[in-house]
């Protein structure tokens, strides 16, 4: 071989080491990029939550009506087309983009004749009511539908004049000036029109198509001498709520069209109530006064099964007046405007104000929210119409909605709920974590009570007092049941445990109660034999006596168990733990997932403490034990402070494993997310959560985002166990176990 | 004898009992769990007896003695049996409980028959007449079981030849069926076609008529032989009557096994046992996954477990070697150690979540608007897979290879490392040459205690891509073979989902327990050969003193 050969077979080599040694590092440095990946990754997936709403405007528009006054605005759902009303009842629609008039319709009014209100008739369509100086009431519709030309899609604007009445007139004179309009057209197609003229007159007015029939009411006694400010009412139920100048409520029942009374009145705000909205799901009611204060109230059940409005939310104050309210079509944010043109964002179950700004320097005159509740249009009184995109994807999360008590819609109190979905749009979402983090620790709790006296007391055993071939042959033993599937165990504790523990409840408890007694007999029978032949048995023996104490037992609580219920419990426990302790009984509860939970975690905690108390070297034991002192204490003064190390890692990774499985829990608990101390109730743990609502969840939604904020506090909690367990297992290793 | 009891205590001797307790009731829990698995599982396929009752009021049942009770009925004990009494389009539910004290009469009538069906779970009853073709045959029940076993072959026969041009038919059928595809395609963006495409869609649109032409003979004829044989089929039936005596027709080609458990002995019940053991492990499932076989959940598992071990084995020698031969002692040991660490912590849902968010959302997104656009908005790898429930499985397991890798570098001698580094080897060569070779035992045991976890886990496999009922396989005989972005099957999914999400849990428990005597058999058939192979590797270890 010369030297040209031996140096190319050298530089090959050295050319496949430098490959390797790329490879390699690689490969080590990856097991660093996989973890640090999977906890950016899932903040990176969590953290969008906690974003801050943005308002951002887009166009100005200035709108040619003037020296009308624009009464009504709307927004097609894509943004491209804007009406405007005017209280000549010329309607305009604009093409935002050039900002074209591309169509104008009018309603049919008299020469002299001009508008002075106008109302929407709900959060999804663009109907509305206006009120005229000769007193009529006009109800239309505007469409704004898209079309599609090709692939190119246009939205084509259209007016619809749906009818119009004459408001009551007790003097023919003089004609009636309607001053404030409420309409509502509920999705069964009921028209209800609610109205106050210039005397100050309350009437409603409600038309139900199914029947052709229409209803018309004169409230104005209901009020007394209370002058009415603002009219509101719910979009499909039936609530009429009227706000008067001395900050009072008046709550008028028109869910029958042939029977409107006054259900209940009572005082809100010391200042004259200036706006009134109801927001979507029709239960929240924001209320504005002239104060600048902004409410929220919805009805709560009482105790004496009636409804009560109570007052739940408090808002950002505005320094004026707030004249205007408008809810959004798609969830329950909220804007309120002032009378010097402040405009807040609000958010209805958060308690919180996310936006607060101003776009011109004159007072807003009308606005609305788009109907992807995506953006804003305002109009302000000099005509200008000002388009904004509202960016707000997450309002329902916030810190204290995430981990602190909520009141929600229909809860008589603050509570920590957890419920992420509902039958519609209209649901409010309760996304608290409270009752899965309490749910992971109460089955945390009953596992680790259950599994680390059984695990700790066989591993000293098995390591200090058992035969070297009972420990040759536990040890695989053991090993083996680690590897059993959670979702064996889970199936067995949900489908078969579960019965037959509910139905044999008495015996469960005899059991459990009689375990130390029987351990004391066992100890009876085992000083019952004489010395001499108790020195005969090996070392390690007095496993034999054990079994068959138990077997005796459990048959003998077996046979007796129903003639002790029917004595003590009058034949069932079940009924008893209701009527004394308040208790229900659920067939998959904590108590059995307890028990399945600890089967899964003994043999982790077993294994771990066998093998640091196994370490102890046999020298110290010795000197011990050639000290004078007996087995029992060698072990409680001398081996289990020097494997404390040991045993306290093994139980923190018992630990970390319960808290994070899932399929046991899946199974096994009914996975209701309920907080209650009760042993016999269900839980829902954080991960059976994560498994069972992410499948359902949409991609990119609040309930997907906090499913992966829990999976990242799981991510934590595992992270901080197993910190601690080295953090404290060294410590302890030090103190103790220096040999 | 002064004090007696401290003395006692001092010894200890109750304190070494109680800890011998801790170990007996630990095992005892796991004996039990095991054994009742055992009898569950393995008593699934033993054919039982049928037992006819006659209760008071006159009616009767027929039936298998599922279990039996006291139940506290208007506060007093009554001993109850259930009887499995099938037949589920007759009677609606299948098992029904039954006062002892109301039955009259028990009998076990040698002519019941059990028939096992393709839909609609058992029927159990008695053989009126045997249908074939144009004949009826009738007579003494053991001549009618046995003339109904003849044409029941013959009706396998039948289905397997109707199988046949069935999928004869359908390969003649496939290019026109593309064709057709391509050219809808084509359609669908009329407006927006160039020249060049117009006059594609004209060829393939002649390619369509000419091949129309071509097929339509042979296919005619195929169809007519499939309808003759279809019918020859429906006309191969039974006729049953149950214990009440209504009467029913059974198509013999939807009766997957039938006997006479009465009759049998010992012997033919085994063979009968055996042939149940064997479809369960080879068939396809039926009456959504509450019969039949469990095969496709084995398939699934296997092929996923092949793909999680070609992921996880190459990443976790490589880290185990970077930890032990080329890594500098300090900061990085210690941050890469208590990565592997954490990630043996992290529970495994949140790799399920990961692995959703991640690699289906993120990376099977990007890939579907790169390369299979123009199927969007269905995902093709955006969505759930073998692939992706392969590549979270390795990433669960990592920490298992890397430890027991560890163990097996370890258990190399460094008087042969360090002799190969003196004779002039790279790096490289050494490990190749001497680490690796040595070491295979606990790379092996790594792999195996890889496989036994995926085997068992179930909740990140739930999220990415295991479903109830796969239409496929992810591997078969049209290109490319390994379908990667087919969702599968797994055996531990099935347990979960037929015993908590079955429309019929009570029917489905047997199955349940024989699906999780399975999945345990296997997991501890693997880690029996990881601890084997463990102990021969610490065996090596005790001798190199050096």
Redesign the interface.
């Known amino acids: 071989m010369n030297d040209q050969e031996k140096s190319y077979f050298q530089k090959k080599?050295?050319r496949?080491?430098r490959?390797?040694?790329i490879?390699?590092?690689?490969?080590?440095?990856?097991?660093?990029v996989?973890?640090?990946?999977?906890l950016l990754?899932?903040f990176y997936?969590s953290i969008p939550l906690f974003f801050p709403a943005s308002v951002k405007k887009t166009e100005t528009v200035d709108v040619n009506h003037s020296p009308h006054k624009i009464l009504l605005t709307g927004i097609d759902q894509y943004q491209e087309i804007v009406y405007v009303l005017d209280d000549a009842g010329i309607i305009s629609f604009i093409r935002l983009s050039d900002q074209k008039v591309i169509g104008q319709d009018s309603l049919p009014l008299e020469p002299q004749e001009h508008l002075l209100v106008a109302c929407k008739g709900s959060l999804e369509e663009h109907i509305f009511a206006v009120g005229s100086t000769e007193g009529k009431i006009f109800t239309g519709e505007i469409r704004l539908q898209p079309q599609y030309q090709?692939?190119r899609r246009i939205i084509v604007p259209s007016f619809q004049l749906e009818g119009q009445f004459g408001a009551v007139n007790q003097n023919d004179s003089l004609p009636v000036h309607i001053e404030r309009l409420l309409f509502r057209q509920t999705e069964e197609g009921i028209k209800r029109w609610s109205w106050v003229d210039h005397a100050g007159r309350l009437f409603v007015k409600i038309y139900d198509p199914d029947e052709d029939q229409e209803y018309l009411y004169n409230l104005s006694d209901n009020l007394g001498r209370e002058k009415v400010s603002q009219l509101t009412a719910t979009y499909n139920e039936d609530k009429l709520i009227c706000g008067t100048l001395n900050g009072e409520l008046f709550w008028f029942d028109v869910s029958q069209p042939d029977n409107v009374f006054l259900k209940d009145n009572w005082k809100v705000s010391q200042a004259a109530i200036s706006a009134l909205q109801f927001l979507i799901g029709d239960n929240a009611l924001v209320i504005g006064d002239t104060d600048g204060a902004v409410q929220v109230w919805f009805p709560v059940r009482q105790a004496d099964n009636q409804m009560k409005f109570l007052p739940v939310h408090q808002f950002a104050s505005h320094k004026a007046p707030v004249i205007l309210v408008y809810a959004s079509p798609r969830n329950r944010t909220f804007l309120t405007i002032d009378a010097r043109g402040g405009i807040h964002l609000n958010y209805s179950t958060t308690d919180k104000t996310e936006i607060e700004f101003r776009d011109s320097e004159y007072p807003i005159q009308t606005g609305s929210f788009s109907p992807k509740s995506n953006g804003i249009i305002l109009v302000d009184s000099h005509n200008r119409l000002g388009s904004f995109i509202l960016s707000n994807k997450y309002p329902e999360i916030t810190l204290q909605t995430l981990f602190g008590k909520v009141w929600y819609e229909g809860y008589p109190k603050p509570e920590f709920v957890w419920q992420s979905t509902g039958g519609s749009d209209e649901f409010e979402s309760k996304l608290s974590l409270i009752p899965l983090i309490f749910g992971t620790i109460k089955g945390t709790i009953y596992a680790m009570f259950f599994s680390i006296?059984?695990?700790?007391?066989?591993a000293?055993?098995?390591s200090?007092?058992?035969p070297k071939w009972m420990a040759r042959t536990?040890k695989?033993?053991?090993?083996?049941?680690a590897?059993?599937?959670?979702?064996?165990?889970?199936?067995?504790a949900?489908?078969?445990f579960s019965p037959i523990v509910e139905k044999h409840l008495m015996t469960v408890f005899l059991f459990l109660i009689f375990l130390p007694v029987l351990?004391l007999m066992?100890?009876v029978f085992?000083?019952a034999v004489p010395e001499q032949r108790r020195a005969k048995v090996p070392m390690g023996w007095?496993?034999i006596?054990?079994?068959p104490v138990?077997a005796v037992t459990l048959a003998l609580i077996i046979t007796v168990a129903?003639s002790v219920e029917m004595i003590l419990f009058d034949?069932n426990i079940k009924q008893w733990l209701y009527n004394v302790m308040g208790m229900v009984y659920d067939q998959r509860n904590s108590m059995v997932v307890g028990f399945a939970l600890g089967?899964a975690v003994?043999p982790i905690i077993?294994t771990i403490s066998e093998d640091a108390l196994s370490n102890v070297p046999d020298s110290l034991t010795s000197a011990s034990m050639a000290l004078g002192a007996?087995?029992?204490?060698t072990?409680?003064r001398v081996v289990l402070p020097a494997a404390a190390g040991g045993i306290f890692a093994a139980v923190m990774?018992g630990l970390?494993?319960a808290?994070?499985?899932?399929?046991i829990v899946?199974?096994a608990t009914g996975n209701t997310p309920i907080m209650s101390m009760s042993p016999f109730s269900g839980f829902r743990a954080m991960?059976a959560c994560?498994?069972v609502e992410?499948?359902e969840a949409p991609?990119g939604g609040t309930l997907y985002r906090v499913?992966?904020l829990t999976?990242l506090l799981?991510?934590i909690f595992?992270?901080l166990?197993?910190s601690l367990s080295?953090l404290i297992g060294d410590r302890l290793r030090k103190k103790y176990a220096r040999f | 004898m002064t004090g007696t009891i401290s003395h006692f205590k001092q010894k200890g001797d109750p304190y070494i009992l109680l800890t011998s307790m801790g170990l007996v009731l630990s095992l005892g829990m796991v004996v039990f769990m095991i054994s009742l698995i055992l009898v569950k599982g393995l008593g699934f396929f033993w054919p039982s007896d049928l037992l006819e009752v006659k209760l008071e009021n006159g009616e009767s049942y027929l039936g298998e003695v599922w279990a039996s009770q006291t139940a506290i009925l208007n506060d007093k004990p009554e001993d109850e049996i259930q009887l499995k009494i099938g037949n589920r389009e007759l009677y609606g539910l299948d098992f029904i409980w039954l006062k002892t004290t109301n039955i009259t009469g028990e009998s076990y009538p040698d002519d019941v028959t059990t028939f096992e069906r393709l839909t609609y779970g058992n029927f159990y009853g008695f053989i009126a007449s045997v249908k074939a073709g144009d004949k009826t045959i009738s007579g003494e029940p053991l001549y009618m079981f046995h003339e109904a076993q003849v044409y029941h072959d013959t009706a396998q026969v039948l289905n397997g030849k109707i199988e046949e041009v069935s999928d004869k038919l359908n390969n003649l059928i496939a290019p026109y069926t593309r064709l057709q595809r391509e050219i809808s395609l084509f359609k669908m963006k009329q407006e927006s076609l160039n020249e060049e495409d117009k006059s594609k869609l004209a060829g393939l649109q002649s390619d369509l008529e000419k091949l129309q032409e071509r097929i339509s003979e042979p296919y005619e004829r195929l169809s007519a032989e499939l309808q003759k044989l279809q019918q020859k089929d429906r006309n191969l039936s039974l006729k049953v009557r149950t214990a009440e005596g209504e009467e029913e027709e059974m198509q013999l080609s939807r009766i997957v096994r039938f006997y006479q458990p009465n009759r049998l002995n010992a012997a033919q019940k085994s063979g009968i046992y055996l042939s149940k053991v064997w479809e369960f492990i080879s068939a396809q499932p039926r009456e959504s996954n509450t019969e039949g076989g469990v095969f496709p959940a084995i398939f699934g598992t296997v092929m996923m477990v092949l793909l999680m071990s070609i992921a996880v084995v190459p990443f976790g020698v490589l880290a185990a070697l970077y930890l032990n031969e080329y890594a500098k002692q300090g900061k990085m040991i210690r941050l890469i150690r208590l990565s592997v660490n954490n990630l043996a912590g992290v529970p495994s849902i949140v790799f399920g979540i990961f692995g959703l968010g991640f690699f289906i959302y993120m990376v099977g997104g990007t890939i579907d608007q790169l390369f299979y656009a123009d199927k969007l908005p269905e995902p093709t790898f955006g969505t759930g897979g073998i692939l992706w429930a392969s590549l979270t499985l390795a990433l669960l397991t990592l920490p298992v290879v890397v430890v027991a890798t560890e163990e097996g570098i370890l258990a190399v001698p460094r008087a042969n490392k360090e002799g190969a580094l003196a004779l002039g080897a790279t790096r490289w060569q050494m490990i190749r040459k001497i680490v690796l070779p040595n070491a295979m035992p606990g790379i092996l045991t790594g792999l195996i205690l890889a496989i036994s976890r995926g085997a068992g886990e179930v909740a990140p496999l739930m999220i990415t891509g295991v479903v109830k009922l796969a239409p496929s396989l992810p591997l078969d005989v049209t290109f490319p073979f390994l379908h990667l972005d087919r969702k599968f099957m797994h055996l531990g999914f099935q347990i979960y989902d037929v015993g908590f999400q079955s429309p019929n849990v009570e029917a489905a428990k047997p199955m349940v327990y024989t699906t999780a005597l399975l999945l345990i058999i296997i997991v501890v058939v693997l880690n029996l050969v990881a601890i084997y192979l463990r102990n021969r590797l610490r065996k090596k270890y005790k001798t190199s003193v050096f």
């Not at chain 1, 490879?23 to 660093?32: E, K, P, Q, W």
């Not at chain 1, 996989?34 to 999977?38: C, K, R």
């Not at chain 1, 695989?476 to 049941?481: A, D, G």
Request: charged residues 10%; proline residues 4%.
């Open positions: 080599a050295d496949a080491n490959i390797a040694r490879l390699i590092s690689i490969g080590g440095y990856g097991v660093v996989s973890i640090a990946g999977i990754f899932l997936q090709g692939s006296p059984l695990a700790l007391l066989a000293i055993y098995v200090q007092f058992a536990v695989p033993t053991v090993e083996i049941m590897a059993l599937p959670s979702v064996v165990i889970g199936f067995l949900g489908l078969y351990f066992s100890i085992w000083r007095e496993i006596f054990i079994v138990i129903h034949g089967f003994i077993f007996s087995r029992w204490q072990v409680r990774l970390g494993r808290i994070g499985e899932t399929m899946l199974m991960s994560i498994a992410i499948p991609v499913l992966f999976a799981l991510f595992t992270f166990i197993n080295a």
